[in-house]
């Protein structure tokens, strides 16, 4: 009898799964692609796809801001923030971040999605309570996920439901959180009555405003200036500066022991190398800009205003517009049209957005003229028109309900 073992059954490779998983994403019009862009794209003569609200991005002025930070500091920042990654020109873009907004104090992360991780991680854990909508940008979903603590997900811009969150569960701390302005419907959520009810139960009111900073509020500084809570003790803030500020980055705003404490425990920013001086550097130049000319947050929401109009979509709170079309296939034929006749806006679909929703997702920019709106509304005609009778705040669950 031989006694040598028989061969094991042939297993099969580890990562055929994701055939499968591609092969069902395809199927249901949600393959993604890269697709890396030139210089200058002869295709694309409009881009309302960019989130370069203000149109900062290639000023001459930013540009030149961060050369000179390029040539002073160098390419890197060379370390973490707590080792040499912090210099006097991030020094200097925290103070001015925060004079602008109202807060007392600023810490710059490398990117808007550390800062969120970084602020809710290092302010909440087990046995802390997290309120959430549940149309929050992805990177607030995943830093409640990694808090560990317990994650109430309330209807979008309940404020019923947030109060319930808070008076009908036990917890050590409370954070109630949101997206000031919601990055794919363009809605603002209604910080002064959240404020009021966090306030009541003993919670801190945490406002991303990474699509609010430079568009809504006086002069640009924010929704939580708008409803005049920056400042305030029991408010935290986080921003983008590659947004409105046109280059890379982020950064929490708030009380000045906020910041001792992030400095303290925020992995994000204690683990993370610090942003590279360049990026610093237009941010500033940037942000200058933004308080030499208040009107830009005025400009920038105006061509919103236009651009809405003429998609049947809903008066927008700031720069973004949301034109839902239904289904997903729709928007993404209706995308490609738009960018055969020169304009690139952005695709939306779940599960960015909830099922049944999906969109094109235009941002307005302070720069457009009147031959870009005009360029515009030829490029929907050819696309079939605007919104599909749903509103851009319709639907129900969203990017916090599938993924906290």
């Not at 990026?279 to 651009?307: F, H, K, N, Q, Y």
């Amino acid at each position: 009898m031989d006694q040598r073992a028989s061969a094991p059954p042939a297993l099969p490779a580890p990562l055929t799964w994701l055939d499968a998983n591609a092969r069902a994403r395809r199927e249901a019009g949600l393959r993604r692609s890269v697709r890396p862009r030139p210089a200058v794209d002869s295709q694309v003569r409009l881009d309302l796809a960019g989130n370069d609200y203000l149109g900062l991005s290639r000023h001459p002025a930013v540009i030149e801001a961060g050369v000179a930070a390029l040539r002073t500091w160098g390419a890197g920042s060379t370390g973490s923030r707590l080792v040499t990654g912090s210099t006097e020109l991030h020094a200097e873009l925290e103070d001015a971040l925060a004079a602008h907004t109202g807060f007392a104090a600023g810490l710059v992360f490398a990117s808007g999605y550390a800062a969120n991780l970084g602020v809710v991680t290092a302010l909440v854990r087990a046995g802390d309570l997290v309120v959430s909508d549940e149309r929050n940008h992805a990177s607030i979903v995943d830093a409640c996920r990694l808090s560990r603590a317990e994650v109430a997900i309330v209807p979008h811009l309940d404020l019923a439901a947030v109060d319930e969150a808070l008076a009908y569960r036990s917890y050590r701390r409370a954070l109630v959180v949101t997206d000031s302005v919601f990055s794919a419907d363009g809605d603002l959520a209604p910080l002064a009555g959240l404020h009021a009810v966090a306030r009541r139960h003993g919670a801190v009111l945490l406002v991303d405003e990474a699509h609010a900073l430079g568009v809504v509020g006086p002069g640009g500084r924010g929704a939580a200036a708008a409803a005049g809570l920056a400042g305030e003790p029991d408010v935290i803030a986080t921003v983008t500066l590659s947004k409105s500020l046109g280059s890379q980055g982020g950064a929490v705003l708030g009380p000045v022991e906020v910041r001792d404490h992030l400095i303290d425990t925020a992995r994000t920013f204690i683990f993370d190398t610090g942003l590279a001086p360049a990026a610093a550097g237009a941010a500033l130049g940037a942000l200058r800009l933004l308080v030499a000319d208040p009107g830009l947050a005025a400009s920038s929401r105006a061509r919103a205003r236009e651009l809405a109009l003429l998609a049947g979509a809903p008066e927008p709170a700031a720069a973004v517009v949301s034109v839902v079309l239904g289904a997903p296939e729709r928007a993404v034929a209706a995308a490609a049209t738009c960018r055969e006749h020169g304009v690139a806006v952005g695709c939306f679909r779940p599960p960015t957005v909830p099922p049944g929703t999906s969109r094109l997702r235009l941002s307005a920019r302070a720069d457009l003229t009147d031959g870009d709106v005009a360029l515009f509304a030829t490029a929907l005609a050819a696309a079939g028109g605007g919104a599909a009778g749903a509103s851009g705040t319709g639907g129900t669950g969203g990017p916090g309900a599938a993924r906290a």
